[in-house]
Nanobody
Framework: QVHLVESGGDLVHPGGSLRLSCAVSGFSLDTSAIAWFRQAPGKEREGLAC????????IYADSVNGRVSLSSDIYMNVVFFELSSLKPEDAGVYTCAAGHSPYCQSLEDEYAFWGQGTRVTVSP
């Protein structure tokens, strides 16, 4: 059975950084790309980044490009999402998702499995 569990959400000061984890089970990271999404209060969910361990490629959205880094540990089956220079607009619930392809997908609907999310608050 596929499970994704995020952790690491916290209160972060503006300008600070965070590291989120997505622990997966029920599949190997080289069989599915992992994407990260964020839903800010009152806004639609936004795709932020994706890592394909199989193809060794990462994709970053413009809103976080230059501040974000994704990495994966295939042995621990964990994907790490690191974001620096946090802004108030980075606050929200961060969720990781997996699909049936080892390659990053452009459509949210192509991710079939979702974690429960972890909340990030950005405040002085």
């Amino acid at each position: 059975q596929v499970h994704l569990v995020e952790s690491g959400g916290d209160l972060v000061h503006p300008g600070g950084s965070l590291r989120l984890s997505c622990a997966v089970s029920g599949f190997s990271l080289d069989t599915s790309a992992i994407a990260w999404f964020r839903q800010a209060p009152g806004k639609e969910r936004e795709g932020l980044a994706c890592i394909s361990t199989y193809s060794r490629k990462t994709i970053y959205a413009d809103s976080v490009n230059g501040r974000v880094s994704l990495s994966s540990d295939i042995y621990m089956n964990v994907v790490f999402f690191e974001l620096s220079s946090l802004k108030p607009e980075d606050a929200g619930v961060y969720t990781c998702a997996a699909g049936h392809s080892p390659y990053c997908q452009s459509l949210e609907d192509e991710y079939a499995f979702w974690g429960q999310g972890t909340r990030v608050t950005v405040s002085p």
